[in-house]
């Protein structure tokens, strides 16, 4: 019998890889002739605020992020529509094993929540993508005004689904400490390795300290005797 009641999911690097090449296209770093790591790291100087809701248009979110640049207007909407495209290709692109693992733990009577650090651009195609519709409830911080690892962002989505947190299961791939934050909130954690192995395989060490199992690959939650303990 599955021993959870209850399974909370990280978004971005756990159900979906927003840099998988099928999802890059015109991305937003190619429109703007700058690197990745160079938009990037610009983006998380400001990212509390965009994360916590303080920025609600896309466009205006670039342009923030741009801001020590000097892009002219054309090429700042260029960017936010690829950025756009970009998210909404990774959301409506999810693996279809995703897809069946939330389905059969639904099936199951499982309860499912998505607790996501995101801005505006990473939720404006949520609503109508596959995703949404294998979640009972989800939470994102742009909404909240909270964000991973306060525990009161997990709190809200225990409350959401009417459980407490020793019945329900963390499953992220350990970015902003989430890990940390779950286990500050009760809950039993999972660090999935599925993506970040193949992009920052160096984190995987310490990020494992923090997690109760570690999976190599997200249907592995519906055996949990096969998860290697971390």
């Known amino acids: 019998m599955f021993p959870y009641r209850g399974v909370l999911f990280d978004l971005f690097y756990t159900l979906i890889n927003p840099l998988d090449p099928a999802c ?3 991305n937003e770093y190619a429109v703007l002739g700058i690197s990745r790591s160079d938009f990037e790291s610009r983006n998380m ?17 670039v342009r923030r992020i741009l801001a020590d640049f000097d892009f002219p207007e054309e090429r700042i909407r260029a960017a ?17 094993k995703n897809l069946r693992l939330l389905t059969k ?3 199951g009577g499982v309860k499912t929540a998505l607790v996501s650090n995101a801005d505006v651009i990473d939720t404006r195609y949520w609503q109508g993508s596959p995703l949404a519709a294998c979640f009972d409830l989800a ?12 525990p009161r962002i997990y709190r809200l989505a225990l409350e ?8 329900c299961l963390y499953v992220g791939d350990g970015g902003h400490e989430e890990l940390q934050g779950a286990k500050e909130a009760g809950l039993s954690t999972a660090l999935t390795v599925e993506y970040i192995r193949n992009l920052w395989p160096e984190r995987i060490p310490a990020l494992s300290v923090r997690a109760d199992l570690v999976i190599h690959n997200l249907e592995e939650i519906l055996s949990l005797d096969t998860l290697t303990m971390a």
């Open 105 to 107: 733990l639904r099936e």
């Open 45 to 61: 100087a400001g990212y509390e605020i965009w994360a916590g809701g303080g920025v609600r248009d896309p466009v205006e979110l």
């Open 160 to 167: 959401g689904i009417g459980l407490p947190a020793s019945a």
């Open 24 to 26: 890059m296209g015109e």
């Open 139 to 150: 939470v994102f911080s742009c909404d909240t005004g909270i964000l991973k690892p306060d």
């Open 80 to 96: 936010a529509h690829a950025r756009l495209g970009r998210i909404r290709s990774s959301l409506f692109g999810v693996d279809a």
